[in-house]
């Protein structure tokens, strides 16, 4: 069975992607463009068929296209995003063919060879793409030939939605066709050798020992004479397993009995695949074909299936059993990447009690409900600092101050007093107070570029006081308006 391979090329993937969900009008096109920081500006990525009959091209400067047309819309490239869209076409050309590949970033190959008579042959097969495609809102150049390079040459470089049937006819195509790097392009190029057919008419010799192997290497395989391999895109791994009992079971210890071994057959695909848990959810089928679920969420990825274990007690002891459950299913519906660690006699394995007992109480009050303080890089005291669940962020290590921080800060909460000297004795919270020590002043401006309407009053002179009744305070004195605030309190 002769070779046939498909091209699918998206030239505009990006703004297709964006502007399917987000279409910039519904009753016209207008200019759109993605734009990506390089080189210290932001440069067009991406733009649509709009944007390209004003004059804008990719890699033009963002303030450029801005003066070339004022009316421009703009989006941050997402690269992530076109990668995972990119997959997702690829999954849906294999309602084509099984082997599909990626070629590049904006572009798939697709082995037809025995599958085309089932649309009818290859003109009906491409002609259905286009139709899909055109229907989705994606601008792409399709070409079939019987090798890879020659498929590819004929989307990029020949006629728009033609069918071509034999290799020759990427003779007229320019060199750069044969997927040459720039330097060799532009050499043969300067040598008058403009076009496929050009460069096929010199010595091979004399082009190899000149340009290097790979002009000849692609040439051969555009040509059919050196085999080209397309790399089939695997399947994500389903990290699920699961188990029927030859006899129903009512029992919690029989259950966990039955999870153990699933968990030991998950976490050994985990390992494999060097991913670790998330969310794991434990079906159990009764034999009535009732159905109850166990959802176990982690505060960090795992794989270790005798640290999982004993987090299922909870919920697979308030399962209701019936007659019985003849089968067990276990899937992690979320996983993470989950390198393996080194351990040597200088970094030693990292404790997992605290992850234990977040996930033992996050899975009765919620992972969000329990937070931890991360440092935040502000000299401003009520930003000095950020909250952040625990389960999804990561301690940091000893907080950098230059001055001592009191343990508890509040709201300020004003005091008598209008010199700039802390007072002697002043009443706080109904409490009469005397000063003991003062240590200070520690002057803090305002952000300007923050919008607090706290601290748009100007200067505060912070001072630490110990009072003689044994308090620790933090005061602070506003040179601009004359006034004492107690905002914080010392251990």
Known sequence: MPKRVVSMWFPRLPSNRV????????????????????????????????????GLHRGMGFSDARAYCPDLQSQPANTRADARFLHMLARWSKRYCPWVGLDGADGLMLNIAGSAHLFGGEAAMLDDMRHRLTRAGLNGRLAVAGTRGAAWALSHYGAANRNVQENADI??????????DPKSDTALQRLGVRTIADLIALPRATVARRFGQDVVLRLDQALGAQDEVISPLTDAPHYGVRMTLPEPVGLSADVMAGTARLL???????????????????SLRRVDQGAQQVELRLAAPMHDAARILPLFERGVGQIDAGFGIDQLRLE???????????????????PDGLEDLITRLGNRIGLDNIQRFLPADSHIPERSFTIAPAAYSTAQGPWVTLRPRPLRLFTPEPIAGTSP????????????????RATGPERIAPEWWLPDGNWRTGLRDYWKVDTTQGRRLWLFYTPQNPGWFVQGEFA
């Not at 932001?42 to 649509?48: G, Q, T």
């Not at 003779?171 to 040459?180: C, E, K, M, S, W």
Request: proline share 8%; aromatic share 4%; with cysteine.
């Open 19 to 54: 502007l399917r969900a987000h279409p910039v009008d519904s009753t016209a096109s207008r200019p759109f463009v993605l734009t990506h920081h390089e080189k210290n500006s932001d440069r067009i990525y991406c733009l649509n068929q709009a944007a390209e009959a004003q």
């Open 171 to 180: 003779a007229p195509l320019p060199v750069a066709a044969l997927r040459l």
């Open 264 to 282: 030991e057959r998950l976490c050994a695909k985990l390992k494999h695949h060097d991913m670790g848990a998330r969310r794991l959810q434990l």
């Open 332 to 350: 992690a519906t979320q996983v993470e990447h989950l390198p393996k660690a080194q351990i040597t006699h200088a970094s030693a394995a990292r």
């Open 421 to 436: 000297r802390p007072p002697h004795q002043f009443r706080w919270r109904r409490i009469p107070l005397t000063t003991g």
